[in-house]
């Protein structure tokens, strides 16, 4: 039986660490530290580890995805401008082929024309948006009844 706890990475792109100074009026004055640590209650609750990282590199972020393969269960990602461009980060999450939930703030469907396309959603499980803060929580409660089944 396996004895180890469920292990997902929370991976947050590019301006996710000006949260609660950067245009509040659309992405709320919580800043990264508080929703993460919010996301470390939820995962006592459900009884598995999270590991939270930024960055505001594309290829940093690459690497992060690439060294999941063996300890990773999940992959929950907020790829912020980079859902927009990044063909390198949607190479990344294929090749791991570990179950991923692209997350966002606000609903990019109902914002400029060039935030409705994802580079990454089409290898995800799917994609949570607009529930601001909540859109981690939801995706962080989905993934995990996901690798229950
Ligand atoms: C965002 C939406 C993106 O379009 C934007 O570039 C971000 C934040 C969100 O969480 O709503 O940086 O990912």
Same mark, same amino acid.
């Given at each position: 039986?396996? *004895?180890?706890?469920?292990?997902?990475?929370?991976? *947050?792109?590019?301006?996710?660490?000006?949260?609660g100074? $950067?245009?509040?009026d659309?992405?709320?004055?919580?800043n990264?530290?508080s929703?993460?640590n919010?996301? @470390?209650?939820?995962? @006592?609750e459900?009884?598995?580890?999270?590991?939270?990282k @930024?960055? *505001?590199?594309?290829?940093?972020?690459v690497?992060w995805?690439? @060294?999941c393969?063996?300890?990773v269960?999940?992959?929950?990602?907020?790829p912020a401008a980079y859902?927009?461009?990044?063909? +390198?980060?949607?190479d990344?999450?294929s090749a791991v082929?570990?179950?991923?939930i692209?997350?966002?703030?606000?609903n990019?469907? +109902?914002?400029?024309e060039f935030r $409705?396309?994802?580079f990454?959603?089409?290898v995800?499980?799917?994609?949570?948006?607009g529930?601001g803060?909540?859109s981690?929580e939801?995706?962080l $409660?989905?993934?995990?009844?996901?690798l229950?089944?």
């Amino acid at each position: 039986m396996k *004895n180890t706890l469920m292990n997902i990475l929370i991976l *947050n792109g590019p301006n996710m660490d000006l949260l609660g100074n $950067r245009e509040t009026d659309i992405y709320g004055d919580e800043n990264l530290e508080s929703i993460e640590n919010r996301l @470390q209650l939820v995962a @006592q609750e459900l009884n598995i580890s999270i590991n939270c990282k @930024q960055s *505001n590199h594309e290829g940093e972020i690459v690497d992060w995805i690439g @060294q999941c393969k063996n300890n990773v269960d999940g992959i929950i990602i907020n790829p912020a401008a980079y859902t927009h461009t990044s063909v +390198a980060i949607r190479d990344a999450v294929s090749a791991v082929n570990i179950p991923t939930i692209e997350v966002h703030l606000s609903n990019v469907h +109902a914002r400029e024309e060039f935030r $409705r396309h994802s580079f990454i959603v089409s290898v995800c499980v799917g994609q949570i948006c607009g529930f601001g803060v909540d859109s981690y929580e939801l995706a962080l $409660r989905g993934l995990v009844l996901l690798l229950s089944k």
